[in-house]
């Protein structure tokens, strides 16, 4: 197969066909379009080749044909000097020149020809290779493209796997754990140093204010009774240098206490 059968059959193939059949399309690829590049060197130099046989077969028509004409002066020459056979001779030999030099006229213009079909080809060649590294760079950009699609359904796709999603369950559950294990520590070590009282007692003075605050807002809105007047706190004033009785210390502790009580239903009612 000549040259540039082999960088024609090169050039038609279907890169698309490449692409399918290569491990690496785009290693591929690039290999393809350094052996276009190789081959049409190789088609440069044969061409070059067929120009330098063209100039060749100019130079060799134009030799005869200069070589005829001097045989034909030399003829002429013979004539002048009454030697016929002598000018016979020369234009034999003439007729030979002009013979070879129209033989070889006739090889470089075919010659010609052909090179100037065979520099139209190469001109043809070279901007399919030219398309094709550009086709190249697309095709490529494709693959990319493709590939990072690929991988990033591959990627989604792992999400949305069970055993993904069972994986963060089961990490939710062992820090559920951990926690508890935690807070059960806490406790244990509140216990063991009485720390649990002062936690109830501050909790219990955190919700008496906020209960305040909420019956303050309901009376303010009409929604609770208003407050009522704290009773007034009697005094008894005990003089020291009075002694009072076994009987009336007794009637008076009776009477402290009974107000006592009061006091406290009181404060009851209004915290219900």
Do not use: C
């Amino acid at each position: 197969m000549g040259i540039f059968a082999r960088l024609a059959s090169l050039i038609k193939a279907n890169l698309n066909d490449l692409i399918s059949e290569a491990e690496d399309p785009e290693k591929m690829l690039n290999q393809v379009v350094i052996e276009m590049a190789n081959q049409l060197i190789e088609a440069k130099k044969a061409v070059a080749v067929a120009i330098a046989d063209e100039k060749r077969l100019a130079k060799q028509a134009e030799s005869e044909l200069a070589k005829a004409v001097e045989w034909q002066r030399r003829a002429m020459m013979a004539v002048r000097a009454g030697n016929d056979a002598l000018a016979k001779e020369a234009l034999q030999r003439k007729n030979e020149h002009d013979g070879l030099g129209a033989s070889y006229k006739d090889q470089w213009a075919k010659q010609k020809a052909s090179v100037d079909k065979i520099k139209m080809a190469l001109r043809v060649l070279n901007n399919k290779i030219e398309e094709a590294k550009r086709k190249k760079q697309v095709l490529i950009a494709r693959k990319r493209r493709a590939e990072a699609q690929k991988k990033i359904q591959e990627t989604m796709s792992g999400l949305t796997e069970a055993s993904a999603f069972e994986t963060f369950d089961r990490m939710e559950s062992k820090i559920d754990q951990i926690e508890a294990e935690a807070e059960a520590a806490t406790e244990l070590a509140e216990e063991y140093s009485g720390d649990v009282l002062a936690h109830k007692f501050g909790q219990l003075e955190a919700t008496a204010g906020a209960d305040e605050d909420l019956l303050a807002l309901k009376r303010e809105m009409g929604m609770a009774p208003p407050a009522e007047a704290e009773p007034v706190r009697v005094e008894v004033a005990v003089q020291p240098e009075v002694e009072l009785s076994n009987q009336e210390q007794d009637e008076l502790a009776a009477a402290l206490a009974e107000l006592e009580e009061q006091e406290q239903a009181e404060q009851a009612r209004m915290k219900r």
